[in-house]
C-alpha cells in the first residue's frame, strides 16, 4: 500500500507558477511510478503528466506540455508537478497517483494509489 498526500495548491493569476507536491508513504516508492490527474468542475478527471519509478521518462496532456514538468526525488519520497504559464483553464482540484505496476501511463485504471487533491484556481 501507499499512501499520498498532495500539498502546494491555491489561488494565483493567469500567468503564475505553482508547485504542487505529492508525499508517499508505504511501499519503497522508487517501485512506484506516478502520474498527476485533474478535475475540473463538472467535467471528469483528465490526465496531466507522469514519470517513471527511476524519473528518467516522462509524459504530459498536450495542454500543459512545455508548461508543466513532473519531478521526483525518491530520497524524499516526492513527487512535484511545477505549473509555469497558467491559465484560467489550468483551475481544477489535483491529483497524484501512484502506479504499483510501474506503468507511468495517461489512463486512470493504471494507478491503483490516489491522493485526496489539492485545490489550484487561477484567476483572470
Known amino acids: 500500500q501507499v499512501q499520498l498526500v498532495e500539498s502546494g495548491g491555491g489561488l494565483v493569476q493567469a500567468g503564475g507558477s505553482l508547485r504542487l507536491s505529492c508525499a508517499a508513504s508505504?511501499?519503497?516508492?522508487?517501485?512506484?511510478?506516478m502520474g498527476w490527474f485533474r478535475q475540473a468542475p463538472g467535467k471528469e478527471r483528465r490526465f496531466v503528466g507522469a514519470?517513471?519509478?527511476?524519473?528518467?521518462?516522462?509524459t504530459y496532456a498536450n495542454s500543459v506540455r512545455g508548461r508543466f514538468t513532473v519531478a521526483r526525488d525518491n530520497a524524499k519520497n516526492t513527487v512535484y508537478l511545477q505549473m509555469n504559464s497558467l491559465k484560467p483553464e489550468d483551475t481544477a482540484v489535483y491529483f497524484c497517483?501512484?502506479?504499483?505496476?510501474?506503468?507511468?501511463?495517461?489512463?486512470?485504471?493504471?494507478?491503483?494509489?490516489w491522493g485526496q487533491g489539492t485545490q489550484v484556481t487561477v484567476s483572470s
Open positions: 497517483a501512484g502506479s504499483g505496476r510501474g506503468s507511468w501511463s495517461p489512463y486512470e485504471n493504471d494507478y491503483n494509489y
Open positions: 508505504g511501499r519503497t516508492f522508487s517501485s512506484v511510478a
Open positions: 514519470i517513471s519509478r527511476s524519473g528518467a521518462d516522462t
